[in-house]
């Protein structure tokens, strides 16, 4: 049985609870509703939540568990002697995987049979044809201990699915079962009710966070991988950057966070005051005609894809900033040699930034009083004087907020960056040469053929985890900030 | 009745110093203000009185042009400061703005200093040569405004961090230290105690000796014992305009004399 028929059963069952434990509940009343504690839908919510919320969190728990436990058991059946020179048992897990989702193909397309493929004396030869046939991918032909753990694999799985769904049924039925009896005129199904929405939210609560702590996790391992085959000195301390597949690789992080943080400020220095100046002139000055046109434009502006504005980098900032500053250009300065520069991705980054920044210090300049803007006019100052020295202030915890929330932004773009950054990882302050960032290596690192054994590839889970503690950081650090100031305020 | 023959009653006339005519304000479709004749004299409290909602506050704005910073407000008529129209093209409504303060109905102090607060005008149109000057002004308004013995161990702290009614009076002090030729307030009191409230008071009769002062008050007694002249508004009308003993003690139109004594409002 699919999930989505459990899930539809489920449902039923709610819908179903929930007219059965109305009517108990009117009944119980002598069909007087005003004799309920409670309206008489809650009785009903009451049994369908009570049916609906333990089932659901029990699938969630035993759908994020069971793939673990089938892999453990599985993987401790492949004897040492089915792992060839030069392989691990990572990978032969990752055959027998194949195998068995083979099997199930060709099942489900009528090659094979149930019995056929559960038969553990069966000719491997013959059914590596047969799998073939049907169109599965297999990398190599089957050998006898991949397939006996293929067939445990399949094995496992289906009786936890069976398990599983027996189990979800059981608990669905048990509690519309309990709800169902406990429903009587004198049951507080109101407060009951406000439990099981709470119980929902923070089921719902819980699945993002577990998502954000599972990336952590995954990063983290491979991360640490990365560190038994490279010396975490090099990696944080070194000074250069230069991957060899053939080994003897140097990846140190520190020119390629120089060349992340070096666009970000100049991606910084274009949107901070571009995007405030406009936030400043349409909610100060604009009239309401003139914002009601600018503000959906300037929007316009956060909808483009970044691989837009990498394009627009490529074809028509970069010649363009050439044509002035290259040699023969129009300064006649020849200080840029390539339309891959610092100052071509970090202008397009801030251009692609000033929507953020500027939405966000609207809203927040929006937000101080109109009462303040009045006592400064009524004192004479100008309108000038008093943004600057009543509205900016009073608003400044919010736009500190903004800005660090773009930087963190900018931190974390990469199309831009690997479109018009240039890949050369080195230390300069000079913003006419190409540099290359983070992002663009981790990019870089994991395209083509990679080998998830090699340092070369494992870096980028490396500089992947550092990236986003640094960002992480950022937002923390823009959290404060706001925190602070605000108290200082009200 | 004590009350209203205590303060003595010049009854010479003074120089005119706000003249309006036919002023009619509208917001947006409501017209708030119908055809408001008003004649506010120098050195002298003018106290607006009505019911809620009948347009003092919206008249008093009109006066230093705060309404322009409502986009559906339109005042029509002239108001003449010192004969000259203020709704002329030609006056900066920022220079009438540091000639005639105000203290707003809700303190609005700026999240700054108590002492960045009452510097605030000084330091816009540059009043004080130098910090000392400064210091000395801003200890000036401060008194003035009643509130220098509580702050004045704590200058620096937020101007937000006080209490409603001191708030209020650091707005007053705030309003005082630009040194305008008039000031308007906007229910001044209405956050204060009895104290605070006598103190601003005395306040409002010392800025009488050298300026213009226009009150709106809800509370009769005030109006009675701080203004020479008082002016009812009903309902966007000015009913009745004229001296305070008169208004208080013989009103002329029968809607004054429901209010004050407390029928309509
Ligand atoms: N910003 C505004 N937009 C639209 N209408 C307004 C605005 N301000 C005031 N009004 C309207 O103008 C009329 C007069 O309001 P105003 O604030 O002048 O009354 P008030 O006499 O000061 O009252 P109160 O004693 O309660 O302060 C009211 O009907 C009010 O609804
Ligand atoms: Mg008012």
């Known amino acids: 049985m699919a999930l989505s028929w459990l899930l539809l059963i489920l449902l039923a069952l709610a819908v179903i609870g929930y007219f059965a434990g109305r009517s108990r509940a009117l009944a119980s009343a002598d069909g007087d509703a005003r004799a309920l504690h409670s309206l008489p839908s809650y009785y009903g919510y009451n049994v369908a939540l009570t049916a609906l919320i333990p089932a659901l969190g029990i699938l969630i728990i035993w759908l994020l568990a069971q793939p673990l436990i089938v892999e453990n058991t599985v993987s401790g059946m492949i004897p040492d002697t089915a792992i060839s020179e030069g392989s691990d ?17 060709a099942i489900a397309s009528g090659l094979l049979s149930e019995a056929q493929a559960r038969n553990a004396d069966a000719d491997v030869q013959a059914l590596t044809q047969s799998l073939k046939d049907a169109g599965q991918v297999l990398t190599q032909d089957i050998s006898k201990p991949i397939l006996l753990a293929a067939q445990k694999y399949r094995g496992i799985t289906s009786t936890g699915s069976i398990a599983m769904q027996m189990a979800v049924l059981i608990v669905a039925l048990v509690g519309a079962a309990l709800a169902y009896i406990r429903t009587h005129k004198e049951f507080r199904a109101r407060n009951v009710v406000e439990q099981g929405i709470l119980a929902l939210l923070l089921l719902a609560a819980s699945i993002a966070i577990l998502t954000t702590v599972g990336i952590v996790l995954s990063m983290l391992f491979e991360t640490m991988n990365f560190f038994q085959l490279h010396s975490w000195k090099d990696f944080f301390l070194g000074s250069t950057w230069a991957p060899n597949f053939r080994g003897g690789s140097e990846l140190s992080i520190l020119p390629l966070l120089w060349g992340t943080l070096y666009i970000s400020l100049v991606a910084l220095l274009v949107a901070v005051p571009v995007g405030l100046f406009a936030a400043i002139y349409l909610s100060e000055y604009a009239t309401g005609a003139t914002r009601s046109i600018a503000k959906p434009l300037l929007e316009i502006l956060a909808g483009i894809p970044t691989i837009v504005y990498g394009l ?146 494992l870096v980028a889970f490396a500089l992947g985890l550092t990236l986003f503690i640094i960002t992480l950081g950022l937002n923390i650090f823009a959290l404060y900030i706001v925190r602070k100031y605000r108290e200082q305020y009200e | ?89 030609r006056v900066d409504p920022v220079q009438l703005r540091a000639k005639v303060g105000m203290v707003f109905q809700k303190p609005n102090p700026f999240p700054k200093s108590i002492y960045d607060n009452v510097a605030y005008g000084p330091r816009i149109h540059g009043l004080a040569k130098n910090k000392a000057e400064l210091d000395e002004l801003v200890e000036k308004s401060l008194r003035r405004g009643a509130i220098w013995d509580e702050v004045k161990d704590r200058l620096d702290a937020p101007g937000t961090g006080l209490s409603g009614g001191q708030q209020q009076r650091l707005c007053i002090a705030r309003a005082v230290a630009t040194e305008p030729e008039v000031l308007l307030m906007d229910e001044p009191c209405s956050a204060l105690d009895p104290i605070a409230t006598a103190q601003v008071e005395e306040l409002i009769d010392d800025l009488r000796k050298r300026y213009s002062v226009v009150i709106v008050t ?11 002249k008082t002016a009812f508004f009903h309902l966007g009308n000015l009913v009745e305009f004229g001296e305070t003993g008169q208004i208080f003690t013989n009103p002329e139109d029968p809607r004054t004399e429901s209010y004050i004594t407390g029928r309509i409002g």
Not at chain 1, 91 to 99: F, G, I, K, W
Not at chain 1, 100 to 105: H, N, R, S, V
Not at chain 2, 68 to 74: E, P, S, V
Request: hydrophobic fraction near 45%; proline fraction near 3%; charge should be negative.
């Open chain 1, 89 to 105: 048992r990572g990978l032969v897990m990752s055959e027998v995987r194949r195998v068995a989702y083979g099997l199930d193909g």
């Open chain 1, 312 to 457: 627009f980098a490529l074809l028509t900032v970069g010649p363009a900033l050439v044509s002035l500053f290259g040699d023969g250009g129009a300064l006649g300065l020849g200080w840029m040699a390539s339309s891959n520069a610092v100052l071509t991705a970090g202008l397009v980054m801030g251009i692609m930034l000033i929507p953020f920044v500027s939405s966000l210090s609207d809203d927040i300049i929006n937000a101080v009083p109109q009462s303040m803007r009045d006592g400064s006019l009524g004192l004479g100052a100008t309108k000038s004087e008093t943004v600057r020295q009543v509205v900016l202030p009073a608003a400044l915890p919010g736009i500190v907020g903004a800005i660090l929330l773009a930087a963190s932004r900018a931190i974390g773009e990469t199309m831009i960056v690997v479109m018009a950054a240039g890949a050369i990882a080195k230390f300069s302050g000079n913003p006419f040469e190409a540099m290359t960032t983070i992002t663009t290596r981790i990019v870089s690192q994991l395209t083509g053929d990679t080998d998830f054994a090699s340092p070369e590839t």
């Open chain 2, 1 to 89: 009745m004590n009350d209203m023959t205590r303060v003595e009653r010049t009854v010479d006339s003074k120089a005119i110093k706000i003249a309006a005519n036919d002023v009619q304000v509208h917001y947006g479709d409501t017209h708030a203000i119908k055809d408001v004749n008003v004649e506010i004299e120098d050195k002298t409290v003018t106290a607006f009185i009505g019911p809620s909602g009948c347009g003092k506050s919206t008249f008093l704005r009109c006066l230093n042009r705060m309404n322009d910073t409502i986009d559906i407000c339109r005042v029509t008529g002239d108001i003449l400061l010192d004969g000259e129209d203020i709704y002329d093209k």
């Open chain 2, 218 to 228: 809800h509370s009769m007694q005030q109006a009675a014992r701080v203004s020479q």
